[in-house]
T-cell receptor
Framework: DAMVIQNPRYQVTQFGKPVTLSCSQT?????MYWYQQKSSQAPKLLFHYYDKDFNNEADTPDNFQSRRPNTSFCFLDIRSPGLGDAAMYLCATSREGTPETQYFGPGTRLLVL | GENVEQHPSTLSVQEGDSAVIKCTYS??????FPWYKQELGKRPQLIIDIRSNVGEKKDQRIAVTLNKTAKHFSLHITETQPEDSAVYFCAAGNTNAGKSTFGDGTTLTVKP
């Protein structure tokens, strides 16, 4: 019954070693979002896709990239992870964007050594 | 861009009491106001939302009010239970922007 799936749930990487987080959805939603959430903070939007249209937030570091090869899948690539990138990464989807309900995945917790 | 302020940052109530969390937003174009509950280590989950053409919405023990003129909206939880303990986030969304901005969250503790 999982609707928004994130793999892996926990990811350990080394400082500077590229890492990819994945998200898939069974809802056939047009919009997919990537958020970064650090401990005791609000989710911070990194970017989102409306279908194939990519929308980057102005303050998202260049170190973060995303790919959406099809409707179901979306990837977050961190090219050179730093210690400050350790966080929970949440993927979310919505049918048509705001104002629509966002459905969150369980998140991937990234640890950078 | 949109700026959402949420208060209080922590709230402790006795079981059975009511809890109120307030948010203000800055962008008058915002037209969607969801509230999310996030338990420790889990994903945010929508608990209630309101759109700008509605002033109040209620779902059992949870209600949300919206004042578009003053640009503020509030979450009301009545007859609180220990399982209501979590972090609550408000957000303000904009159709044109296609995204929502989150408040900083309120940690609610309901004491049995």
């Amino acid at each position: 019954d999982a609707m928004v799936i994130q793999n892996p749930r926990y990811q350990v990487t080394q400082f500077g070693k590229p890492v990819t987080l994945s998200c898939s959805q069974t809802l056939n939603h047009n919009v997919m979002y990537w958020y970064q959430q650090k401990s005791s903070q609000a989710p911070k939007l990194l970017f989102h896709y409306y279908d194939k249209d990519f929308n980057n937030e102005a303050d998202t570091p260049d170190n973060f990239q995303s790919r959406r090869p099809n409707t179901s899948f979306c990837f977050l690539d961190i090219r050179s992870p730093g210690l400050g990138d350790a966080a929970m990464y949440l993927c979310a989807t919505s049918r048509e964007g705001t104002p629509e309900t966002q459905y969150f995945g369980p998140g991937t917790r990234l640890l950078v050594l | 861009g949109e700026n959402v302020e949420q208060h209080p940052s922590t709230l402790s109530v006795q079981e059975g009491d009511s809890a109120v969390i307030k948010c203000t937003y800055s962008d008058s174009a915002s037209n969607y106001f969801p509230w999310y509950k996030q338990e420790l280590g889990k994903r945010p989950q929508l608990i209630i939302d309101i759109r700008s053409n509605v002033g109040e919405k209620k779902d059992q023990r949870i209600a949300v009010t919206l004042n578009k003129t003053a640009k503020h909206f509030s979450l009301h939880i009545t007859e609180t239970q220990p399982e209501d303990s979590a972090v609550y986030f408000c957000a303000a969304g904009n159709t044109n922007a296609g995204k929502s901005t989150f408040g900083d969250g309120t940690t609610l503790t309901v004491k049995p």
